[in-house]
C-alpha cells in the first residue's frame, strides 16, 4: 500500500564505490523527484523527471545519475561516492509538473567511509 | 536566488501551550507555499498549501496562513503527538520547491 517507495532503507559503502537506490510510486503520477538532506536538515532538490524525461536538473556532480525507466520509477546511480555524499536522499512523485503536491517517500540514508 | 527561512529552529511546549512557526520566503513568481510534517526517519508528509495572502487552512490542531512575505503554522492546544519538525516550503515555475531549514517542536506531558 506504500504509495512511495524506497529501497534501501540504509546504505553504508566506501569511497569510490559505485551504488544505487530504486524508487518506485504507485500512484499513477507523471512526475517523480529526487532530493537531498543533508545534515542541518535541508532538502535540496537534485532531479525531476515526468513521464520519463529529465525537466529539471539542479548542480549537481556529474557523478550522480538518474535514470526513469518508466513513469512509476525513478532510480539513482551514483558513481565514485565521496565523503560529502552522506545524507539522507528523498523520493517523490506529483501528479504533474507545476501544480500538485508532492510526495515524498521514506529516504535512503546513505553513509559513505 | 529563492530563499525560505523558518523561525525558531526548535521549539519546546507544555501540552495544550499553543504557539506559532514562522515561515519567510523570497520565492520568484510563488505558486504555492507548502506545510510539511517530518518525524524522525521519515520523509516529509504533507499538510497544506497556501496560494495566495489571506489563505487560511485548517487541519485538527494545526492552522497554517499567509501573507505576502511569510507564512505561519499555529498549533492549537498541542498534543505530545504533535512533535516533530515541521518543514516549509515556497514553490516557483517547474513544480521546483525550495525547502526552509525546519523547525523541530518538542510537546511534553
Known amino acids: 500500500d506504500t504509495a512511495v517507495s524506497q529501497t534501501p532503507k540504509y546504505l553504508v559503502t566506501q569511497m569510490g564505490n559505485d551504488k544505487s537506490i530504486k524508487c518506485e510510486q504507485n500512484?499513477?503520477?507523471?512526475?517523480m523527484y529526487w532530493y537531498k538532506q543533508d545534515s542541518k536538515k535541508f532538502l535540496k532538490i537534485m532531479f525531476s523527471y515526468n513521464n520519463k524525461e529529465l525537466i529539471i536538473n539542479e548542480t549537481v556532480p556529474n557523478r550522480f545519475s538518474p535514470k526513469s525507466p518508466d513513469k512509476a520509477h525513478l532510480n539513482l546511480h551514483i558513481n565514485s561516492l565521496e565523503l560529502g555524499d552522506s545524507a539522507v536522499y528523498f523520493c517523490?512523485?506529483?501528479?504533474?509538473?507545476?501544480?500538485?503536491?508532492?510526495?515524498f517517500g521514506p529516504g535512503t540514508r546513505l553513509t559513505v567511509l | 536566488e529563492d530563499q525560505v527561512t523558518q523561525s525558531p529552529e526548535a521549539l519546546r511546549l507544555q501540552e495544550g501551550e499553543s504557539s506559532s512557526l514562522n515561515c519567510s520566503y523570497t520565492v520568484s513568481g510563488l505558486r504555492g507555499l507548502f506545510w510539511y510534517r517530518q518525524d524522525p526517519g521519515k520523509g516529509p508528509e504533507f499538510l497544506f498549501t497556501?496560494?495566495?495572502a489571506g489563505e487560511e487552512k485548517e487541519k485538527e490542531r494545526l492552522k497554517a496562513t499567509l501573507t505576502k512575505k511569510e507564512s505561519f503554522l499555529h498549533i492549537t492546544a498541542p498534543k505530545p503527538e504533535d512533535s516533530a519538525t515541521y518543514l516549509c516550503?515556497?514553490?516557483?515555475?517547474?513544480?521546483?520547491?525550495?525547502f526552509g531549514g525546519g523547525t523541530r517542536v518538542l510537546v511534553k506531558p
Open positions: 497556501l496560494y495566495s
Open positions: 500512484l499513477g503520477h507523471d512526475t
Open positions: 516550503a515556497g514553490r516557483a515555475a517547474g513544480n521546483k520547491l525550495t
Open positions: 517523490a512523485s506529483s501528479q504533474r509538473t507545476g501544480t500538485d503536491t508532492q510526495y
